[in-house]
């Protein structure tokens, strides 16, 4: 008898297990759709496009500073999108931003060249850079790279490859409101692939 309980417990605790997992994965929404721009908005005259199934960002003929914005604002969240530089590749990842032309409001975390400090954290028309990573081996320019960003209420951590880049504290973050935006520098020349950008709500 007390063995099947036993049997019978076990039974249930996997059980709740894999239905737990179930959940956790559900939680998990592709915010780009690898056909066009559904759910994106873009500001400013740069160029952003889907071409064999990749988000492409690339500098216009202006040359100037541009965004793709999600229209859905996120609070707590871990985003995860892999991207590829091509040319000079300084670009970014905006969190609890909002976007007017082409002036941001909000956090980004770094994309760029080789020794630019990918992956640190700067605060556009404010205190500027808050964090920059120790180490920027993790970048592989010209390549496939995986970024996850971890935003809950005043704390972020970013990766990049696997690799711990950032993990800072701060109550003005933890005040911010807004979305997700994808950065195009000024200056000409740049071009980013994107792909897999994917997040799951932690509220």
Known sequence: MISSIRTISLALLVAAG?????????????????????????????????????????????????????????????????????????SGVFFRSTVEGTTVSGWQVEVAPPGLHTGGIY??????????????????????????????????????NGEEMVNITDQKIGEGEGGIALQIHDGGGIKVYWKDIRIKNLD
Request: hydrophobic fraction near 30%; glycine fraction near 10%.
């Open 18 to 90: 894999s239905s737990c997992q179930e959940s956790t994965e559900t939680e998990e929404t592709m915010l780009f759709n690898g056909k066009d721009l559904s759910g994106w908005q873009i500001y400013g005259t740069e160029k952003w496009y889907v071409e064999d199934g990749l988000l492409v960002s690339e500098s216009g003929p202006d040359k100037e500073y541009g965004y793709l914005g999600t229209d859905e604002a996120f609070k707590n969240f871990e985003l995860t999108l892999d991207f590829k530089q091509e040319a000079d590749g300084n």
């Open 123 to 160: 605060e556009s028309y404010g205190r500027g850079w808050l964090i920059q990573p120790e180490n920027e081996r993790a970048l592989k320019f010209g390549d496939w790279n995986t970024m996850k960003i971890r935003v809950h209420d005043d704390h972020v951590v970013t990766w990049l």
